[in-house]
């Protein structure tokens, strides 16, 4: 299993950055997704969820209308596009796959990308 996030760098406040995560290893098309943070000194959190068909998602109260998550089940691959990023948006971003199967539990979690917003 791998989930290899992508897209990551450095950007002025108020820029753009689309990260992306490639999924291998296994049956992507029925995990849900979600991407997450984590900054130096601070707890991960969860930034944008996505169901496994891609029709829910849902979002961090601070994201809302600011960040988007989307889906290519034929590519294995989910997408996070950020705007109007604010240098408090700087963290590592990690893309996470979960599903539940009865009383079974997966949960992968990629390396993550640095996403640095410069004020």
């Known amino acids: 299993v791998q989930l290899v996030e992508s897209g990551g760098g450095l950007v002025q406040a108020g820029g753009s950055l689309r990260l992306s995560c490639l999924a291998s290893g296994f049956t992507f098309s029925i995990y849900d997704m979600s991407w997450a943070r984590q900054a130096p000194g601070k707890e991960r959190e969860v930034v944008a969820f996505i169901t496994n068909t891609g029709d829910r998602t849902h979002y961090a109260d601070s994201m809302k209308g600011r960040f988007t998550i989307s889906r290519d089940n034929a590519k294995n691959t989910v997408y996070l596009q950020m705007n109007s990023l604010k240098p408090e948006d700087t963290a590592v971003y990690y893309c996470?796959?979960?599903?539940?199967?009865?009383?079974?539990?997966?949960?992968?979690w990629g390396q993550g990308t640095q996403v640095t917003v410069s004020s």
């Open positions: 996470n796959a979960r599903r539940v199967d009865g009383k079974n539990q997966y949960n992968y």
